[in-house]
């Protein structure tokens, strides 16, 4: 039997807000809550899902540190990184890094790094 993709999910400390986060980002419908708040997916158009799921304690990556290591990152395309990122800031995230030409890297409201790429 072979597998299929299920979703990826991000640990965060609040998953609803962070859920609210990427589906304003990426214009996805609302957030399904579950498991007393613990828990919230989001579907996109196409099928693919990110879920959200609440950790105790949770600690932000920190980036570019290997001290407390991001461990993956999501890669979002876009056509004009300046509307791109003019869009992602003003909806709570934090630029990180704006360096190279076809990229740059940003924090979640979570912490977790994500790219706006025009590659």
């Given at each position: 039997?072979?597998?299929?993709?299920?979703?990826v999910v991000l640990d965060c400390p609040d998953p609803l807000s962070l859920?609210?986060?990427?589906?304003?980002?990426?214009?996805?419908?609302?957030?399904?809550?579950?498991?007393?708040?613990?828990?919230?997916?989001?579907?996109?158009?196409?099928?693919?899902?990110?879920?959200?799921?609440?950790?105790?304690?949770?600690?932000?990556?920190?980036?570019?540190?290997?001290?407390?290591?991001?461990?993956?990152?999501?890669?979002?395309?876009?056509?004009?990184?300046?509307?791109?990122?003019?869009?992602?800031?003003?909806?709570?995230?934090?630029?990180?890094?704006?360096?190279?030409?076809?990229?740059?890297?940003?924090?979640?409201?979570?912490?977790?790094?994500?790219?706006?790429?025009?590659?």
């Open positions: 039997m072979v597998p299929t993709f299920g979703c859920a609210e986060f990427y589906a304003a980002v990426l214009d996805w419908s609302e957030p399904k809550v579950q498991h007393d708040g613990h828990w919230v997916t989001l579907t996109g158009p196409t099928g693919v899902e990110i879920a959200f799921q609440r950790v105790e304690n949770y600690r932000a990556p920190e980036w570019p540190s290997q001290t407390m290591p991001q461990q993956f990152h999501l890669d979002l395309d876009v056509k004009d990184l300046d509307a791109g990122q003019e869009r992602v800031l003003g909806l709570g995230a934090r630029l990180l890094d704006d360096k190279p030409e076809t990229f740059r890297v940003y924090a979640d409201p979570a912490g977790h790094p994500f790219c706006l790429c025009a590659c």
